[in-house]
Structure formats: C-alpha cells, structure tokens
C-alpha cells in the first residue's frame, strides 16, 4: 500500500484488494455535493412507474444518471441502490446517509469479488480449451481436456497428501477464499439493508475460516455482532450485545451508522455506551461534529447514558462553539439527555442571540441584544427539550420557572408548534419524581397548554394518585371542552381498578359527554360494581371509531353476549383497523369457539397492523402455536409503541402468553416502553374479568 493511504476500516478484503480510505472520502463528498431535494419522489417514482407522471418519471431517471455518471458505477446498480431505499421505508432524513452506506459497501464488494483467487495455472488451459472446444462442437476433444484436468487434480491432491503443510496451506487458501465470497454475500445484503440476512452469512464465512486465522475469523463475528445489532430482531440484537461490547468503544462508529430510530435500537445503543463506559464519549462527540445527520441524530440520546458525566458534559459544551447548526443542535440534545442543567443559562443564550456568553441575560424577558430569529427558529425546540430533560437531575423549582420563562419567549415568537411538540417529546424521558412535580404545579395552571401537558404526563406514566383531580378536571364543566376530553382520555389509559371505580362513582344519567366516552370505553373491562351503564354504552358504541372499537373491546372482555353482532359487523367492516380490533375484542367474547373464523379474517390481513392484531386475537382465544408469527409480524410493525395503551396491552400480552414469558417477550415489553410487572396486572385483571 503506498506511503500515506490509510486501510478502510474494515480491514483486508482480500488478496491484491483494499478498499482505501480515500475513496470512501470520494463517495462521501461526492453523495453530499448532490441535490437530493425530490429524493424521496424519485425512489416512489422508480416503484411505481405506471402511476406517476412521464415528467417526474424522466426527472427521476436524470438523477439516477447524474449519481451513476459521477459515482463511475452503471445507472443500473443506482436503481437497485433506489429500489433498496424504497423497499426499505427509509425515513426521508435519512436518505443521504443509508444512500453514502450503500455506495460504500457497493464498492467494498465490487473490489472484494474481483480479489477472489480462482486461477489454478495447472488446471486452467485444458479447462479454458475444453470450454472452446465445447462451444464448437467438439465433444470428444473436449472430454480428452476435462480428462487431463481431472488426472491434474488428482496428482495435485495426490501431492498434497504427501507434503501434508503444503496441502494444508493450500486447503486453508481455498477455504479461506470461500468464506471471503459468503462475507461478499453478507456485503450485498449490508447494501439491501438486510441485516439478519448479513449477518447469517458473515457467521457462516467465520464458520469457512480455517482455525489458523484466528483474526480473521474475530474480524467476521464482529461483522456478524454488528450487523445484528443493528437488525430489527430483538433476541439477535439482544445477543449481539455481548460481541459489540468486547469490541470496544471504536465498534461505536460502525453501529452509530447503521441504527435507525426505532425504539429497540434507541434502547440498545443506550445498554451499549453504558457498558462501554467513558472511553465512548469521545466517540459520541466525534459522531456529532463529523457524522452525517443520521449519525448525530443516533448519537445524542447515548448521552443518556452518561447522565452527570464531567467528561460528557464538558465535551458537549465544547459542541455548541461550534458555527454549523446541525452539530449545536445534537449538542443541546445531547446536553438534555445527559442532565447538564449548570449550563441551562448558556443554552437560552445560544438560541436567542446566536452566540454564548451575553452578559446580563438571566432569563429575563428583556432584550440586551435583537434576538435572532433565525437561531431561535434553528435552536429554540432542542433547547426546551433539553431544559425539560435536565430538570429531571436536580429537580428545583427555579429550574421549571427558567424553563417556563424561555416558552412563553418562545411563544411570543410565534413558534407554538415548536414548543407543544418539544414539551411532548421531552415529557417521555421524565422520571417519576420529576413528573409528580410538574403535575403539580401543571394540573392546575392558568394556561390551558400546560394542564393538557400535565393529563398528558399522567396518562404517559398512570399516576394512580391523581385520579380523583383528573376526574375533577373530566367533570368540571367550566373547564375547556379539549381539556376534560384529554382527562377522559387520561383517566381511561390510567387502566386501573382504582380509575374504574372512580368514574363509576360519578356517572349520572346526564353525564355524557366526549371525555367521558373516552374513559368509560376502556374502563368498562374492569370488574368492579358498575351501576347501570346502557346509556353510557350506548353513547360510546355511537361515538367516535377509536371510542367505539374501545368500548367493542372491554364488552368482549366481559362476556357480553348481547353485543355479539356488534363485534362481528366489525371483523367484516372495510376498515383494517376496525377489522383487527374487533378481531380482539371477538376472541376474548368467545375465546376458543372464535378461532376458525379469526384464522380466516386474519389471512386476509391488508396491513401490518392488522395482521399483528389477528395473530394476537388469535393467541388470546387459544392459538399459542401464532407466537412466531407475531414476532416476525411485530419486526416490521413500527407503531407498537405509540398505539393507545389497551391495544398496545393486547399485543404484549398476547406475546407473553404464547411465549411463556420468555426472552423474546421480555424485549417486547422493553421495547414498547412497558414493563413486565404492568403486564402481568394487565394479565390478572383480564383473568379476574373473564372469571366474573
């Protein structure tokens, strides 16, 4: 290798082969200098042709020809490259970074399969000469050829037994080069975004590599432990811990670009860089300040790891003198997951004024200097996030106070959505404690965004202890309509006895109301004295979809045979949702007595999340044998996460119960934000229901 080139990470691809680092510097620069702006048309156009305009057609083609052209690879392999990107949803922030991982390894193997020893001088001329004298016709002649190879390979194999090192190092070569073609395989699937598939093969090539090549071997396990880890398998991702961690910190780089922001891998890469300890805050810096943005964007939340770290704190301090708003952004990110509340002053700075360090500036409202607004708009979201976050480590009612100060700023600069949609992502991450003192003081305020955040926050952690205050916000009919809807909505996911019992309590006659649907949908599946409730089943079976397939869903539980036909009009209704809800609430009415006819609506499944609430409705009335099926189902299912609380139950339960909470089930749990403990309430109460 000339003086000065640098090998790819990867290492050595082969005999004669390596894939420097200057042309992944080439790719790279190359992919970032294009104008992906229509990108994500483009990749639909490629899919669907028939269906889309010539024009866009034609300009979706011009752009694959322009990265062919100056990528030096044929416009076919670019197409492939879109029809990858498509197959795989790849979110639209994405594109550019899974589009420069694609490249690289396109040409990481295009170099490695030409490496591939395959010439043997000894065998090669009568072999090549017998293909000719094939081609012409000449059979005789050509089997004379084959012969002399065959008598070649023998002596040679004949040979080889006699000086048993030679024959070694000769089989050891020949192995060695089949297992480099299986981890060629394992490239291609890398370029499709197939990570089980990579890393199948890559074991398969450490299991090719004779025991003398011990490095080599590691090197493929690795491969192998990465390409899992980033994969959608929660077992696979789970196991592939072990070898990630043994790694050491410099494995951060390869898994930082492969992970997505799917919550199992959010999870793992938090369980990872904990292991890892301090030696992989460098890393997550350095993915900050040079990582493409899917990179940063993974990097950030590992900082969670190191909450109260010096070292982390003080590097992502470092970040925010950066000029590029991309890095001060992941910075303050980064900041809020890592509870860097000292410096809560410097972030609102940053955000109002572009710079750090305004002197006499304490939160007030008064200007020193003209507020930027184009910081502010760049900034403002990441820094209310960060601030809400950090108030999670030292809990101090001067910091909640800071924090309202720099939204009613943010407010007044017109930036609402902004500051809902950063309170609403950063309430996920609060700790008990530190939720508990923003209900408090949020319950009841005189803005009604923050009582919405606070029913928000107790429906997000099912604070059992503020019942009777959300059922007075539900009844209080001087209180906002939006308001005592979102109570209902709180009061419901709370999915306790104690919720139950308390809006029995209150129901009237008269007392029907939007808010109350909500609550009395889900909350009916629970087995407590309920006083007559038609009018209030009737109300919600005639309310809204999502209150109507509740109140489907807790009649079934119970065993209320009076609304059999209502259950069944849903498994036939021509909207997948409605038709997997149903499929739920009618396994738990009949339980095994439903399985034929859920089996048959469940093979009909239009979409994932129909399939995945037949394969539960299916295990709920019976079927344990569905519990591979689910999983497989539940790898492709995004939402799981984000559905409503009582299906979202359903699901894990469902899994859990097929598999005998294994594991597998286990990880669910996790990845759906869940615990085991809250499932097997979930369990009894279901149990306890269909008792009674």
């Not at 594109?95 to 395959?118: G, N, P, Y």
Request: hydrophobic share 40%; with cysteine.
């Amino acid at each position: 290798m000339p003086t000065g080139e640098r090998q790819y990470q990867v290492g050595n691809v082969g005999s004669g082969a390596r894939v420097t680092q200057g042309n992944n510097i080439t790719i790279i620069e190359t992919i970032n200098k294009i104008d992906l702006t229509n990108f994500p048309e483009f990749l639909k156009a490629f899919s669907d042709r028939e269906a889309i305009s010539r024009g866009l057609l034609e300009e979706a083609t011009r752009k694959r020809d322009e990265i062919a052209a100056k990528l030096d690879i044929t416009e076919g392999a670019v197409g492939g490259f879109f029809e990858t990107l498509h197959e795989q949803r790849v979110p639209p922030e994405q594109l550019r970074a899974k589009l420069i991982e694609i490249a690289l390894r396109f040409e990481e193997t295009r170099q490695r399969l030409a490496a591939l020893d395959v010439d043997d001088p000894v065998t090669k001329v009568p072999a090549d000469k017998a293909q000719i004298e094939l081609d012409e016709g000449r059979t005789d002649a050509a089997s004379v050829l084959l012969q002399r190879v065959e008598e070649a390979d023998l002596a040679a194999a004949a040979k080889a037994r006699e000086i048993a090192k030679q024959a070694s190092e000769v089989a050891d070569a020949r192995q060695l080069n089949a297992a480099r073609a299986r981890e060629g395989r394992g490239d291609i699937s890398l370029t499709q975004l197939h990570y089980g598939e990579a890393a199948d093969h890559f074991q398969k090539a450490a299991d090719l590599v004779p025991p003398r090549y011990a490095d080599e071997r590691a090197r493929l396990l690795l491969a192998r432990d990465i390409a899992a880890f980033a994969g959608i398998d929660p077992v696979r991702g789970e196991a592939a811990l072990v070898g990630v961690v043994a790694a050491g910190p410099g494995v951060l780089d390869a898994v930082l670009r492969r992970a997505t922001s799917a919550p199992q891998h959010r999870i793992r890469l938090k369980k990872l860089c904990a292991q890892l300890g301090e030696p992989a805050i460098p890393h997550l810096l350095d993915a900050i300040r040079n990582g493409p943005w899917g990179v940063k964007l993974n990097a950030a939340p590992c900082f969670a790891a190191f909450r109260g770290d010096k070292a982390a704190q003080e590097g992502l301090r470092a970040l925010l003198q950066e000029w590029d708003f991309d890095i001060r952004r992941l910075a303050i990110e980064g900041i809020g997951y890592a509870g860097y509340s000292d410096i809560r002053e410097d972030l609102v700075q940053l955000a109002k004024y572009d710079e750090l360090n305004i002197e006499g500036d304490d939160y007030s409202m008064e200007k020193v200097s003209p507020i930027s607004d184009y910081s502010m708009g760049k900034l403002s979201s990441y820094v209310i996030e960060a601030l809400l976050r950090s108030f999670t480590q030292e809990i101090h009612p001067a910091q909640i106070e800071h924090f309202e100060q720099f939204a009613e700023l943010c407010l007044k600069e017109r930036q609402d959505h902004l500051v809902d949609f950063a309170i609403e992502r950063a309430i996920k991450d609060l700790t008990p404690r530190a939720a508990d003192v923003l209900v408090a003081r949020w319950l009841r305020h005189e803005q009604q965004r923050y009582r919405m955040f606070a029913l928000s926050i107790i429906a997000d952690r099912r604070l059992q202890g503020t019942i009777e205050e959300v059922i007075s916000v539900l009844l209080n009919p001087d209180e906002d309509e939006d308001v005592r809807r979102t109570a209902g909505i709180t009061l419901g996911e709370m999915a306790s006895d104690g919720a139950a019992h308390g809006l029995a309590m209150a129901l009237t006659d008269d007392l029907i109301t939007p808010g109350i649907d909500w609550a009395f949908s889900t909350l009916y599946a629970h087995p407590i004295a309920w006083p007559d409730c038609s009018l209030q089943i009737k109300s919600a079976l005639s309310s809204s979809a999502e209150i109507r397939q509740g109140m489907l869903l807790s009649l079934g539980l119970r065993r209320e045979m009076n609304f059999r036909q209502d259950i069944e009009r849903g498994l036939f209704s021509n909207d997948p949702y409605l038709r997997g809800t149903s499929g739920l609430a009618f396994a738990h009415l009949l339980g095994p007595e439903a399985l034929d006819m859920l089996k048959e609506r469940g093979n009909d499944a239009k979409n994932d999340v129909e399939r995945v609430f037949a394969l539960s409705a299916q295990i709920h009335a019976g079927c344990n044998s569905c519990a591979d099926a689910l999983d497989e189902a539940l790898q492709g299912f995004q939402p799981l996460g984000v559905l409503r609380l009582c299906w979202k139950r359903q699901v894990l339960w469902a899994m859990v119960r097929a598999d005998h909470g294994s594991l597998r089930s286990q990880l669910w749990v996790e990845i759906a934000g869940e615990t085991m403990a809250d499932i097997s309430r979930h369990q009894r109460l279901r149990s306890s229901v269909a008792t009674a």
